[in-house]
């Protein structure tokens, strides 16, 4: 037997390719509905998002929707929509090829050639930060306003914060990037395809219910796990109403709930994934009529906006006249503290700011994400006790392919096709 803690769409995928290899296993679901931070709802007639807004188009995600029957429901962004960055004053288009780089107003010319330097930078060291690292390989102009916000945005983090080693090796390994990062993209044509954007029609939140429903029999909603304990074959884990043996355990919660359900077992363990940084964000929704088309912009770091970033679901998926903007993060925590109105107040003024547009607030909720910062050291070495499995975005990729990758491989390790 295999329990899977945890309903989010790592729990969720991992449950449908366990049941596709006959495995058998239990889900258990604190919450009385699917998808744990994926969640979509109707506002005054509005279909928004509180977690993530779209999707990349990968094949694992393409066969996951094919295989529910849901692509027919399935929405893709128009190509080619530009992605903006706000910096001194008004939104910049992100250049995405060496071509619109030279003739853009993003950084101005003495960034533009320091960029020339480049390959004559050392290659990325483990230890220093991703900040130190973009400064040092492509000048402090273009990493504050270009790479900065793009790939701290991805995190709501701080790049100053984040170590190469635990945060961006990965990416650079599967780019295959070593030491210069300009010199592959020229060999490439010097152009970078960013990837498709898709939804549903009725929202991201599609996914997780069709999951939820294919595979109902063995899901329990409103189960919070409280302890996982050993037991005679394999563990126990137990929701304090209902206990459960199973050889395997598959931990798929939030950090800090994960290290209660381990406290009385792995005491060590629970208290390094309780120093694991979690980022708070303000979500804001927007109504506002504006005639911009694009996939939205991030803030450079040389603003000093509350805002971080906001996505245009209007240009994106036809949502008339909807927006989204990511308040706080790592360089503005204070937004936790911050009321409701006053988020929906300060988001209004810095949209008018970047785009000279008037808004409404429609809707304000507090969510948050795991910092990928330096506080991923806690992991460093980390071994589990033998059948326990983690399966989360604090482990690996955050974004929702890496989610479903993890999940298929895990299945197909724990139930190997014989
Ligand atoms: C605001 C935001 C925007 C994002 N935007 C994007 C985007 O645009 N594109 C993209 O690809 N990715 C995006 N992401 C990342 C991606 O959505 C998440 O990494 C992914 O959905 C996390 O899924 P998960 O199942 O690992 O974790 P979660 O969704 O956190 O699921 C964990 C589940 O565990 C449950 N749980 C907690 N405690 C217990 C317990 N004691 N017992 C049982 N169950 C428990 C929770 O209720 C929850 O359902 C975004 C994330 C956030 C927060």
């Known amino acids: 037997m295999i329990v899977i803690i945890g309903g989010g769409i790592s729990g969720l995928a ?29 506002v005054e007639g509005h279909l928004l998002e509180w977690g993530p807004q779209r999707a990349r188009v990968t094949e694992g995600f393409r066969e996951l929707v094919g295989e529910l029957g849901l692509t027919d429901q399935l929405i893709t962004a128009p190509s080619g929509l530009p992605l903006y960055v706000y910096r001194n004053g008004r939104l910049r288009k ?113 996914l997780p219910d069709a999951l939820a429903r294919r595979h109902h029999e063995r899901i329990r909603f409103s189960a919070p796990v409280r302890e996982v304990r050993p037991g005679a074959r394999g563990y126990v884990v137990s929701t304090g109403s209902e206990e459960f043996t199973a050889e395997h355990v598959v931990l798929t919660a939030p950090a800090a709930e994960t290290a209660e359900q381990l406290t009385g077992m792995a005491p060590e363990l629970a208290e390094r994934l309780r120093r694991l940084r979690y980022n708070p964000l303000a979500v804001v929704h927007l109504h506002a009529q504006t005639g911009l088309r694009g996939l939205g912009y991030q803030v450079s770091f040389a603003e000093s906006l509350v805002t971080r970033g906001v996505t245009w679901n209007d240009s994106l998926f036809g949502r008339t006249g909807v927006y989204t903007a990511y308040l706080g993060g790592a360089r503005h925590p204070e937004v936790m503290a911050r009321s409701e109105s006053e ?68 299945a197909a390790q724990l139930a190997p096709r014989s």
């Open 94 to 206: 992100v250049p995405f090829s060496a071509a619109a780089f030279l003739r853009s107003d993003i950084i101005g010319w003495p960034g533009k050639l320091r960029l020339a330097l480049e390959p004559f930078t050392s290659a990325p060291r483990d230890e220093e930060s991703v900040a130190a690292l973009f400064t040092r390989k492509i000048g402090r102009e273009a990493y504050e306003n270009l790479v900065g916000p793009l790939y701290g945005g991805l995190y709501a983090s701080d790049p100053e914060d984040m170590v190469v080693g635990l945060s961006l090796r990965h990416v650079l390994r599967e780019f295959g990037l070593r030491r210069s990062f300009l010199l592959p993209l020229l060999r490439r044509g010097g152009k970078i395809a960013p990837p498709d954007a898709c939804s549903f029609r009725e929202g991201m939140q599609t």
């Open 343 to 410: 988020l929906g107040e300060v988001a209004v003024a810095e949209f008018r700011l970047a785009t000279g547009c008037d808004a409404r607030p429609i809707s304000v909720a507090h969510e948050r994400m795991p910092a990928w910062d330096h506080t991923w050291g806690a992991l460093a070495g980390l071994t589990l006790p033998a059948g326990l499995h983690i399966c989360t975005n604090w482990e690996s990729r955050p974004g929702l392919p890496g989610r479903l990758l993890q999940a298929k491989r895990l």
């Open 14 to 42: 991992l449950a449908h390719h366990l049941a596709a290899r006959g495995a058998e296993h239990i889900l258990l679901e604190a919450s009385a509905r699917p998808g744990g931070v994926i969640r979509s709802g109707r």
